[in-house]
């Protein structure tokens, strides 16, 4: 059996195939539970409160690594060219030392450089982490009250039915608990 088939299976047994359940409409005045519930992940932390916050975090502290990089690269440049202008009256021994000195300084400029932008990419996918675990508790609650029994990715759904996606419903309780996640304190009461 293909994925796709093992997917409508799943959705067809679950009651769910293409909004299909073993009620009529007319006998329920809310949604029926649903056995599989699904979020967009990407939306769940970039439109939340604490991912709006993480991410201007991260843009300011990266525009700032870049201003840092165009004035160390403005001084090497000026220090490149103060070098080659010595070598006209320099000994080509001691030219020699002095380029190697300056060859090592960029070297480790790049590498504190390159070691600067590696961490703002890690804090990154930190704070998606640590989103993640503060946010279960509240995915938990959204599953008990629809009795889901798991909580799927929506981009890895071929086909569901209406009232499944719950990242909207999320949203609005993660920024309601959390805030924008900068201190516990500061995060909106409901």
Do not use: C, H
């Not at 007319?26 to 970039?46: C, G, M, N, V, Y």
């Not at 840092?68 to 000994?91: C, G, P, V």
Request: hydrophobic share 45%.
């Amino acid at each position: 059996m293909s994925l796709r088939g093992l997917i409508l299976a799943v959705l067809f047994a679950t009651g769910l195939g293409l909004g299909w359940s073993g009620q009529s409409t007319a006998q329920t005045t809310s949604d029926p539970p649903q056995a599989i519930l699904t979020i967009d992940p990407e939306r769940l932390f970039a439109d939340s409160l604490f991912g709006e916050r993480v991410v201007a975090e991260i843009a300011a502290d990266t525009e700032k690594l870049q201003k840092e990089f165009q004035r160390l690269e403005a001084d090497l440049t000026a220090e490149e060219k103060d070098i080659t202008e010595k070598r006209a009256t320099m000994a080509p021994k001691d030219f020699r030392i002095l380029a190697d000195a300056f060859d090592a300084k960029v070297q480790e400029i790049r590498r504190t450089q390159d070691a600067k932008a590696r961490e703002l990419e890690g804090r990154l996918d930190q704070e998606r982490a640590a989103y993640l675990n503060l946010i279960l508790p509240i995915l938990g609650e959204l599953m008990n009250e629809r009795g889901a029994a798991v909580v799927l990715d929506n981009r890895m759904v071929f086909a569901v039915a209406s009232g499944v996606d719950i990242t909207d419903e999320a949203l609005q309780r993660i920024d309601a608990t959390l805030g924008d996640g900068k201190t516990q304190d500061a995060a909106p009461q409901e």
